[in-house]
Nanobody, 121 residues
Framework: VQLQASGGGLVQAGESLRLSCVAS????????VGWYRQAPGKERERVAA????????YYADSVKSRFTISRDNAKNTVYLQMNSLKPEDTAVYYC???????????????WGQGTLVTVSS
């Protein structure tokens, strides 16, 4: 499966962005998806994950209550709605997908290219 992430941009603190991860090549509903981010000089961090149906989600503490992950399998798309953005959310954001029953596993099979999110203060 090929993943295409988009939706990044430059916003001010407190504003919102919605990232999209569009999949092609295989039936996307078979895959769990995660959103990661990596800021300059920092380790990559998984910020959210969602199971194949969208019925289960996970959030890192750093984004809990501000970010929402969702999916539309009919559109082969997973979204990351980011509200109340902070300068520390500035990073390149990546989506990743994996098959299997362990939707919270960190072992992803496919990665998209990143989309840059910059939050100014």
């Amino acid at each position: 499966v090929q993943l295409q992430a988009s939706g990044g941009g430059l916003v001010q603190a407190g504003e919102s962005l919605r990232l999209s991860c569009v999949a092609s090549g295989q039936t996307f509903s078979n895959y769990a998806v995660g959103w990661y981010r990596q800021a300059p000089g920092k380790e990559r961090e998984r910020v959210a994950a969602i199971n194949w149906s969208g019925s289960r989600t996970y959030y890192a503490d750093s984004v809990k209550s501000r970010f929402t992950i969702s999916r539309d399998n009919a559109k082969n798309t997973v979204y990351l709605q980011m509200n109340s953005l902070k300068p520390e959310d500035t990073a390149v954001y990546y989506c990743a997908a994996r098959q299997g029953s362990n939707w919270r596993s960190y072992d992803y099979d496919y990665w998209g290219q990143g989309t840059l999110v910059t939050v100014s203060s």
